[in-house]
């Protein structure tokens, strides 16, 4: 059957139109075209879409704000039994961060623009304030700062305000606002304090008892519709201690030549000397060696369904290669046969000398045997970090040298046998944790990754989009990494493990933020792409917030029916149909609709 598109996209809610339509004008849709319809809410109901930050008075726990990404703030007086939306006629529902003032919870500060760097962001429009608590809002500037990802307001006085800006997201030029603002005058003026040139600020923290004190972390990030380039050059950590009129550049004990990414920092609130920083580097840990060995096994892998085995039987090596090395064919009856002579000479520590290769003239004589197969030269220019890599001093082995060996008879082996054993990838792991205990003066390494054992890996894949992290405000051990499942840390970032938070009857995955309770850690709001999530037991139950509708549909089409169906897909929640109207007198329930799964949806035709 033909769709019909709607001319307008409406994330937060489904709506449809009361009764004829007026004319209207000629040109392009404006806001106030909207105003002369009539609306009625159609759902769905059953979940909230993603939220991004929350933020709660101090000394609260049942009156909170949650901002979503493109849903607007929401706020709860009764502890999330229910929420009303308090910021939807202010012309932007994309929220980067929400913060309310220590000093007085009346004054609440708003910065638009998820700062989450996917194709799916919608730019803010600068920073907002209320002084009575979220019934109304003004605007007060950076209006060309696109993407706000932290605000932290002065513990005493609720004008002094930071902001990190973050600037356009496809241009990289410095047309937009990026860096860190500040203004002493509630948003009436604001200053740069740090200028980092090419780049915008990705977050900072304050000393929660002295604003004076900051440290800030550099980001630039390269976004087109085709890519995401999230590790740069450059993106390093500043420190202020006189209110951002001048800054160092932390440099001791952190990675000073890597690219990194997106970069966040927590501070804990009754030691403000212990600092956390999550850094987006990728660690290198070598070649784990089971791996390596394992991939040779009859009937799996490389030996699959014996393609690989037919293909090693027709395969002739290069009298240019035989020449240069004392190497006997390998013969094997079958797969299983050929799969162990194959880890005997890749274990083999004598493989190299037995066979009395030159490994530079091989490698020389390989380039030229292989000119034409762009796909064994990749190979080749992959090992060249490899073979420059030094022999051990004496017994010492370490998790690169121990594993060199093998690698490297097994890249020997791949090229006298045409590139048919072609996987060789070093282990690697995404996101350390480092930490300082004088406030960022110096940094030690904290993360304990291994081969086997050791940390879980703490950055997945949604490091790029929010790399925050959050210390429990009563014990500087502990530690929250969100990410696609939370990571949770007990010994001050040495050691994080996935909790068992995200999964069925728990959390919705992809967690974007978390407020934890200074008066009871186990009490934690946890934002994630299906809403607002809520324990009081640590973790152990999660109660799920669905009173908020913020889902951010990508599109929407309706069919020919009568009445039509109106359908869409939404952001990590599917996709969904639900009637336009039906026989009962009260409207569309809950029960009405459709729920077409899972993940991301986007196009749905009937």
Partial sequence: MRTKKLPLVIPVV???????????ADGPLKTDDMKVFSWRHLGPWNFSGRITDFAVPAGQSQIYYAATASGGVWKTE???ISFAPVFD??????????????????????GTGEAMHARSSAHGNGMWKSIDAGKTWSFIGLDKSYYIPRIAVDDKNPDIVYVACEGELY????????GLFKTTDGGKTWNKVLDLKDRGVGDFVLHPTNSDIILASGYKTYR???????KQPGNHLYKSTDG???????TNGLPMDIKSGWNGLTIYPKDPNIVYVRMDEEVDLGFDLRKNRANFRAGRTLLKDGAYFNKFKSNKIDPKLARMIKFTPIEAKDESELADKLNELIGSEKFQSDIGIDLAAFTQRARQ????????LKMMDAMLPVLDMPEPEGDKKDSKTEGRYQVVNRYILNLLYGGLFQEIETVKRNGVVYRSNDMGETWEKMTEYAIVGGSTQINDIEAGYSGRIDVDPNNPDILYAVEVRVKKSE???????????????????DTRGMWIDPLNSNHILNGNDGGVSETWDGGKHWSQKETISAQQFYDISVDNLMPYNVMGGTQDNGCWMGPSQNRNSYGVFPADWTYLPSGDGYYVLR
């Avoid at 006629?89 to 708003?110: F, H, K, L, T």
């Avoid at 241009?171 to 990026?178: F, G, K, Q, V």
């Avoid at 087109?224 to 999230?230: A, G, N």
């Avoid at 951002?244 to 932390?250: A, C, D, I």
């Fill in 224 to 230: 087109r519709s085709w890519t995401f380039i999230d």
């Fill in 244 to 250: 951002g009129l001048t800054w160092n550049k932390l």
């Fill in 78 to 80: 009764d502890g999330g």
């Fill in 491 to 509: 010994d001050g970032g040495k050691t994080f493990k996935n909790t068992p938070w995200n999964g069925a009857k728990q959390c919705h995955v």
């Fill in 14 to 24: 489904l709506a449809v139109l009361l009764g004829a339509a007026p004319v209207l």
């Fill in 171 to 178: 241009n990289n030029d410095m047309t937009s606002l990026r």
């Fill in 369 to 376: 045997v292989y000119k034409n197969d762009t796909d064994i």
């Fill in 89 to 110: 006629d202010y012309g932007n529902m994309s929220i980067g961060n929400i913060e309310v003032a220590p000093s007085d919870p009346n004054i609440v500060y708003v």
